[in-house]
């Protein structure tokens, strides 16, 4: 099979099992962390080879502002995408001087199939956390991503929080 060049991988799969840690399986440890992390980390080794080769490319990973903010019961989905951020780092460091750049977006509550089944109370209680009082669209997610690649090329290493919630802490 013939080898096909890469310049932009988004890795933007995502899923929870949201319970306490005491209160969830392994198995559904394992899933969360196999789909939000290991599958990231999976796609990214595959297309650093031909990325390597041709000394460009471009790796996005899609975390969450659970990462840096995790909510109560969300421990597994917060460690795989916390784990996403030390990832975009370590890649960046490892392979800019091939001239491949690695960064992470928190895009912020969408409208997603992921969050479609959250009960409207939550939904309400997550966006009263947002300054302008909006979520993001994955449009918008889409095009900020687009514009990172396209017209910041010389960005590497960074994670882009998206939504407008501030966190007290910092």
């Not at 490892?94 to 977006?105: E, L, T």
């Not at 956390?129 to 997610?141: E, R, S």
Request: charged residues 20%.
């Amino acid at each position: 099979m013939a080898s096909r060049e890469i310049d932009l991988l988004v890795c933007s799969a995502g899923m929870t099992h949201d319970a306490p840690i005491f209160r969830m399986s392994e198995d559904s440890w394992d899933e969360v962390l196999a789909v939000n992390f290991i599958g990231a980390r999976t796609c990214a080794e595959a297309a650093l080879p031909n990325m390597i080769a041709r000394e460009r490319g471009h790796i996005v990973f899609i975390s969450s502002y659970s990462a840096l903010h995790p909510p109560i019961g969300q421990a597994a989905y917060a460690t795989a995408k916390s784990a996403l951020l030390g990832l975009t780092k370590d890649l960046a460091r490892r392979h800019g001087a091939h001239g491949i750049r690695v960064n992470a977006i928190l895009p912020g509550f969408l409208e997603t199939n992921m969050t479609a089944t959250l009960a409207d109370k939550r939904r309400d209680e997550i966006l009263t956390d947002h300054v302008l009082g909006k979520y993001n669209t994955p449009q918008a997610v889409a095009e900020f991503i687009r514009h990172l690649h396209e017209r910041l090329p010389n960005t590497s290493g960074q994670h882009f929080q998206l939504d407008s919630r501030v966190p007290l802490d910092g």
